[in-house]
C-alpha cells in the first residue's frame, strides 16, 4: 500500500508557542496526527536520540542554538544523518540560509508561507520513504549508474537518498570535477549530477570540459545555491540538462532526470 503525507510522523521544533500552535494546525489540515512540538534543539536532539520522524520541521533559532548547528549534528550522527529536514524561517541572509541548503534539507520556506509550497514538501518527504522507479524508454534501470559530484559529503549523501527513491542505486561520487574527471577515465556512468561551487574545478568549469570531451553525451544535471543572475545564466548556457536549487525533491529529479535519460 503506497504512503499518503497523512502517515507521516513529524516532529515540529519551534520555540514560539504561537507558531508552534499554528504550525501544528496547518499539519492536521493536511491530515497529519503523528505530531510531536518542541521548543529547544537540545530537546529535539534527546528526542532523535530515540526517535526517528520521517520529517523534522524546524524554525531557524531555538534559545539554545541555531537550525544550522543541529543539522551539524543530526547529519554527523549514521542513526539520524538521512532524517529529512525542512526549515521555515523569516531569515533571508545567504550565510544563514545556504548552510541549510548545503545539509541537504527538503525545503526552505519564508515566514509566512505558501500552503502549496508546503504540501510539495510534505509529499517530497513522503516520496523519500518509498522508492518510486524512473521510468525509461530504452534503459536497463537495474543497470542505471550516477556519478554524483559535490564536495559536500552529506549533500553527496542527499542527493543519492534521492536517486535511491527514484530506484537508482548505482552511485559513485566524487568531490570535485577533477576527481570526477578522473573516474569517467576509468569507469562508465549513465548520467553526473554535480554541485556548482566546488574547489580545484567548479560544476561550470566541469561542465564546459564535459561538453568538449568525450563524454558530451552524458546528461549533467546541476545543482547549487548561486542567486547571481550572471552566473545562473552561465551555467545555463555550459551544456548542463537543467538547474535545481538544493533543496531539490524527488518527483523534480525523478522528471528531469528520466527526460535527459530518454532524450
Known sequence: MALDIQDLTVL???????QSKILS???????????????TGQEALQYLDGCHPDLVISAMYYSDMTAIDLLQ????????????????????SFDMINPVKQAGVLAVLPKPFDRRDFRTALIAARDTLEVSDIQLENLDLD?????????SKTAR???????????IDNIVEAENGKQAIDILQSE????????????????????????????SYLPVLMVTSEANDSRLSA????????????TIDPASLKSTLGGALNQ
Do not use: W
Open 143 to 151: 543497470s542505471l549508474r550516477g556519478l554524483v559530484v559535490d564536495d
Open 157 to 167: 549523501k542527499h542527493i543519492s537518498k534521492l536517486l535511491l527513491a527514484c530506484g
Open 188 to 215: 562508465a556512468v549513465d548520467f553526473i549530477i554535480t554541485d556548482y561551487n566546488m574547489p580545484e574545478m567548479n560544476g561550470q568549469e566541469f561542465a564546459e570540459y564535459l561538453q568538449q570531451s568525450d563524454f
Open 235 to 246: 551555467i545555463r548556457q555550459s551544456g548542463v540538462c537543467a538547474l535545481f536549487d538544493k
Open 25 to 39: 494546525q496547518v499539519l492536521s489540515d493536511e491530515g497529519i496526527s503523528k505530531l510531536d512540538c518542541l521548543a
Open 73 to 92: 549534528k543530526i547529519r554527523s550522527t549514521p542513526h539520524t544523518e538521512d532524517i529529512n529536514f525542512m526549515l521555515i524561517s523569516s531569515e533571508t
Open 12 to 18: 515540529l521544533i519551534e520555540p514560539s508557542s504561537t
